[in-house]
């Protein structure tokens, strides 16, 4: 049972956006290791941000993207200029929707819509407004206002005080399961696009639905 | 440059003790599967103990040692029933120490040594009396006191009131460049044992030394 929501917040990165869809760039810097750096790329970029937030060493996003960047073309002994770096990580202004994600956003108007992301706002808006998805989402909220990054509680408590609704009445997709766990324990309405396949981490707050994707949220929210 | 250090604090898994040493035994379960599910335990294992202390949802490191091994054999469509659960959980119990551990550990009396670890006392104190490393670690210092996990600065803390000594005059050991660089975030002298060459995380608290492996240390500290 869905209860009456009146606003969906999206995570961006991974949720709304592939940040896979970097692996093009990369493997035409590095042949045939795209999917190597991308993965790596990403895992390092999650990693910090949970261990700087429990060191109190914030440093935003962008920055710290740049750092798993380096960091990863290191470990994998790939050569990596400058320019490289700085062009790979501009790729983060231009992550591609998944496919579905317009559709499903069209079919859940006339519901406010926000983003709910790590992403600093200088990575952020330029991605919302490159996508066109500002055609739907009205808000897009930065944890960098906070300095600290998902799933701290009060991270999630931004979208409370922006969209000036109780935590129930708000809806929150994500397909990162911990970033879902972390919304249903702070009290938000959880859908957790689940696009692997994978079991639901053990946090001790489960999602209220699990998905394969956006496409089918549209008809569990309208009933 | 090594300062006159009155202490040395060891983290656990993965230092003094091969988490991976219970590749053989999950072998046994699942033929030729016993890597890859230590590979994804670990992994989960780790991202709870961060996710977690950020949510506030605190379980201890049994619970959450045996929900990351849940969460792999399901992951990887593996049969496990709770009798081979709780006895591969039991392998925690009775973790190699590294090869070169013994002899390091001799090398390094008379300082004070003890063990700073995120393991609960329950799986601990059984580890270090069958390992028989408690011959030279006198005061083994788990996490659990405090309900939160490293890289948590108040997490070294407990060293610190345990050993009654400052900060600087405490040299902290760890594998794991995270618990490294928490360490020297929070102020040890700090060796990071870097036994894959792998790349400095990028926390903005490097190391103060690396190393391939505790055989090393004796010869820095004593100069």
New interface residues.
Partial sequence: MVPKLNAMVFDAYGTLYDVHSVIAQCNAVWTERGQAVSQLWRA?QL??T????????Y?DFRE?TL??L??TT??LKLPCSDDTALRLLKAYEHLEPFPEARDALEALRPVTMAILSNGSPNLLEPLVTNSGLDRWITDVISVDALRV?????RVYQLAVDRLELPPEEIGFVSSNC?DA??AK?FGFHVFWINRTG??V?????PPDHIMHSLAELPRLISR
């Avoid at 990054?149 to 509680?153: D, G, M, S, V």
């Fill in positions: 390092k990693e910090w949970w261990q700087r937030s429990l060191m109190g060493r440093v710290l750092a798993a380096r960091y290191e470990a990054y998902k799933p701290t509680p911990w766990c972390g324990a994978a079991p981490d053990a946090l001790g707050a």
